[in-house]
């Protein structure tokens, strides 16, 4: 239920999500939005913002055109866009902070270098979770050796985490 609201699925998409009729699908989302009336009343700030300008923008202040976008779906616009966003400058930061780490790829919400020397880890994170939002920003940090088998995590200190 949480992320097909995220996502904006309708009342239809819902249903089949949840394996019910559509006004149980419509009864379970109101039941969400009294527990959490905050997520809502974002919800609807967007769909306003829609209404009013034709665009909604980004936690960072991005535009994004959503005049031909269904209503139930700005949200997602809202949450993808500042995703994006905040990974952008996230790599702006890391390209500017170790000037000679060179980024090698980028897959969703991952950046990936090479030869990154163990002695910048504890930068990394500090530069990479310097936001100043009102939920703060985490990351993990991961090794590999060239394959997704042996990825391993690495903590703040730069040691591998097990378990």
């Excluded at 530069?127 to 990351?139: A, G």
Aim: glycine share 4%; proline share 2%; charged share 25%.
């Amino acid at each position: 239920l949480n992320f097909s609201l995220i996502f904006g699925e309708g009342d239809e998409s819902l249903s089949k999500q949840l394996h019910c009729s559509i006004q149980q699908a419509v009864t379970k989302r109101e039941q969400y939005f009294q527990r959490f009336p905050t997520f809502r009343n974002i919800i609807q700030h967007y769909k306003q913002q829609k209404q009013r300008n034709g665009y909604i923008t980004t936690i960072f202040g991005r535009r994004i055109n959503v005049k031909n976008t269904f209503d139930h779906a700005v949200f997602n616009y809202a949450d993808q866009g500042s995703a994006s966003d905040l990974m952008k400058l996230c790599l702006i930061k890391l390209d500017k902070h170790f000037k000679d780490i060179e980024l090698i790829n980028t897959i969703h919400d991952a950046s990936y270098k090479e030869n990154f020397p163990k002695a910048y880890i504890p930068e990394l994170f500090t530069t990479m979770e310097d936001f100043s939002l009102s939920v703060p920003i985490r990351v993990n940090v991961s090794y590999t050796e060239g394959d997704w088998v042996s990825v391993k995590r690495i903590d703040r200190t730069g040691n591998f985490i097990t378990g």
